[in-house]
């Protein structure tokens, strides 16, 4: 998790054994409330400047940042929040709520980094290997690896966030693991002599997504449409000029109060990422939606014939369509 801002103050969530940070009070009546799977940092810059977009064509909300993705997901489903972050797929097939996702955020852009030892994935048949957490989106990549490449990781040690990893890489606690795009850039830039990045397949299915209670959303068409036409409006401008996020971010906003070695790296932090391919310029549409059932399912976060598995049961496409045209 990244580091706590100031101006946070800590909420008790409706939800067991379970803390919620927030910029003020809970959410007033008439406001959209959003459930955030972290802190605000660097990766969510780009979300909060599309809020602000939002914001300034008429949209009323209020954020929570929960400690991790599960919580942001129940807080959803409980109906404490009403838009939350993650890839909760496993939760709507298997809950009653008729969740549904609107939009992708980011996608599982994650890198293979080990030793000289190794310098292709089929190398890893039988090695042991460090991941983020169990059932998490690392545990998720290395199942997908298996099942394309037909090969079987040896032991999973599990070490939460990218920059512990490559920490237990530097010093040899490790000979492979997976990471995300920034962390993979920091260890080949300061010890690429010394670690292989593994050519990995391309893969367009989601790491982040919105989602939300398909009947919430269609009791609130309008501001749903406001949301989702600033998301696509700000990934569009992204994607031609990475520079807008640091140049839009609000120096009073959330990401305005980070400290100031992570502000100013933004406009490197986004031109990797878009160079990389972590963000669709238009929301992943049905494209993401089709990747994300083939993902998922391989993944075992799915159950039953990836045949029977519906896009429409996973998804509501219309104010992604609405806002693309």
Same mark, same amino acid.
């Given at each position: ?25 809970? =959410? =007033? ?22 809020? @602000? ?35 909760? *797929? %496993? ?16 996608? !599982? ?14 190398? !890893?048949?039988?090695?042991? #290997? ?27 040690? *599990? ?16 000979? %492979? ?14 010890? $690429? ?15 982040? =997504? ?14 749903? =449409? ?23 971010? @609000?120096?009073?906003?959330?990401? $305005?109060?980070?400290?100031?070695? #992570? ?9 990797? %990422?878009?160079?990389?391919?972590? *963000? ?35 998804? *509501? ?9």
């Amino acid at each position: 998790m990244k580091r706590l801002l100031r101006k946070l103050c800590v909420a008790a969530a409706a939800l067991p054994m379970a803390a919620a940070l927030m910029t003020g009070s809970v =959410a =007033a009546e008439g406001k959209i409330k959003i459930a955030l799977a972290e802190t605000p940092s660097d990766e969510l810059a780009a979300f909060f400047v599309a809020l @602000d977009r939002a914001k300034a064509n008429g949209l009323d909300y209020e954020w929570t940042a929960f400690s991790d993705e599960e919580l942001a997901i129940q807080a959803v489903l409980s109906g404490q929040m009403d838009i939350g972050f993650g890839t909760p *797929y %496993a939760a709507m097939q298997r809950s009653k709520a008729p969740i549904r996702i609107v939009f992708q955020l980011s996608k !599982l852009k994650f890198f293979p980094v080990t030793s000289k030892k190794y310098s292709k994935l089929e190398d !890893l048949n039988g090695e042991p #290997i460090m991941l983020h957490s169990r059932g998490g989106g690392t545990d998720s990549i290395a199942n997908v690896i298996e099942d394309k490449l037909n090969i079987k990781f040896g032991d999973r040690s *599990y070490v939460p966030g990218s920059s512990n990893r490559v920490a237990a890489l530097m010093a040899g606690q490790t000979d %492979a693991t997976i990471v995300d795009l920034s962390n993979k850039n920091k260890v080949m830039k300061i010890a $690429g002599d010394k670690f292989n990045v593994l050519p990995m397949f391309e893969v367009e299915a989601s790491d982040e =997504a919105l989602f939300a209670n398909l009947d919430w959303i269609k009791s609130n068409e309008k501001d749903v =449409a406001i949301f989702v036409e600033a998301l696509v409006s700000t990934w569009l401008d992204m994607s031609k000029d990475p520079t807008i996020i640091s140049k839009e971010t @609000d120096p009073e906003g959330p990401i $305005g109060q980070l400290p100031p070695e #992570i502000l100013g790296n933004l406009d490197t932090f986004y031109s990797d %990422a878009v160079a990389g391919g972590l *963000y669709s310029p238009n929301g992943g549409g049905r494209t993401a939606a089709k990747a994300d059932l083939e993902w998922y399912h391989n993944a075992g976060q799915l159950e039953g014939d990836l045949a029977s598995l519906n896009i429409e049961d996973f998804w *509501y496409l219309a104010p992604l369509d609405a806002a693309t045209k």
